[in-house]
T-cell receptor, first 112, second 115 residues
Framework: SQQGEEDPQALSIQEGENATMNCSYK?????LQWYRQNSGRGLVHLIL?????REKHSGRLRVTLDTSKKSSSLLITASRAADTASYFC????????????FGKGTKLSVIP | SAVISQKPSRDICQRGTSLTIQCQVD?????MFWYRQQPGQSLTLIAT?????????ESGFVIDKFPISRPNLTFSTLTVSNMSPEDSSIYLC????????????FGPGTRLLVL
């Protein structure tokens, strides 16, 4: 089945630095989303990028999508300690499906 | 957006018992989803629960083990039956909202430990 695969699995940076996480998937999609999860709690939706978009911004977040390579990246600029969390990409199954398939996630640690 | 609550937030259960998890949404939604997140892992979809129809289960999940109720547009329950230590996970419900119902909003999760 289709699945997003993030890399790196874990990332540790200093506060103020930028953090980049990557996601790859296997089949055609309508959109790709990024979610954040703090300490095993519920997921928070961050941003959605559609298959016909190449880049999207939201505050300190920048997401890119390359459908030819079936990959996406999430950039968090000027990171803060509060950004410490696990980040997951999620892809839909296409063809009007509302189900999401989540990648394995990147665990980001921002050191104050 | 939607605000979702889950009960209980966590529980410790004995092998062989069952636990029912409740999911309450602050608005009427058609589609609700139940996920399992095993320790250190990503989310795996258990089933889709639409009001007025039987839940649709994903491969590897069966109704006898994870019965789901969806009595109205704001509420759902997931029961984890005949539990074993392998069922120790975080269980999350989510709802699909928005124009295309593409974005999902998640509850805070129920952390289950089975001894």
């Amino acid at each position: 089945s289709q699945q997003g695969e993030e890399d790196p699995q874990a990332l540790s940076i200093q506060e103020g630095e930028n953090a980049t996480m990557n996601c790859s998937y296997k089949t055609s999609i309508n959109n790709l989303q990024w979610y954040r999860q703090n300490s095993g709690r519920g997921l928070v939706h961050l941003i959605l990028i559609r298959s016909n978009e190449r880049e999207k911004h939201s505050g300190r977040l920048r997401v890119t999508l390359d459908t030819s390579k079936k990959s996406s990246s999430l950039l968090i600029t000027a990171s803060r300690a509060a950004d410490t969390a696990s980040y997951f990409c999620a892809t839909d199954a296409g063809a009007g499906s509302y189900q999401l398939t989540f990648g394995k996630g990147t665990k980001l640690s921002v050191i104050p | 957006s939607a605000v979702i609550s889950q009960k209980p937030s966590r529980d410790i259960c004995q092998r062989g018992t069952s636990l029912t998890i409740q999911c309450q949404v602050d608005s009427q939604v058609t589609m609700m989803f139940w996920y399992r997140q095993q320790p250190g892992q990503s989310l795996t979809l258990i089933a889709t629960a639409n009001q007025g129809s039987e839940a649709t289960y994903e491969s590897g999940f069966v109704i006898d083990k994870f019965p789901i109720s969806r009595p109205n547009l704001t509420f759902s329950t997931l029961t984890v039956s005949n539990m074993s230590p392998e069922d120790s996970s975080i269980y999350l419900c989510s709802v699909a909202v928005g124009t295309g119902q593409e974005t999902q909003y998640f509850g805070p999760g129920t952390r289950l430990l089975v001894l």
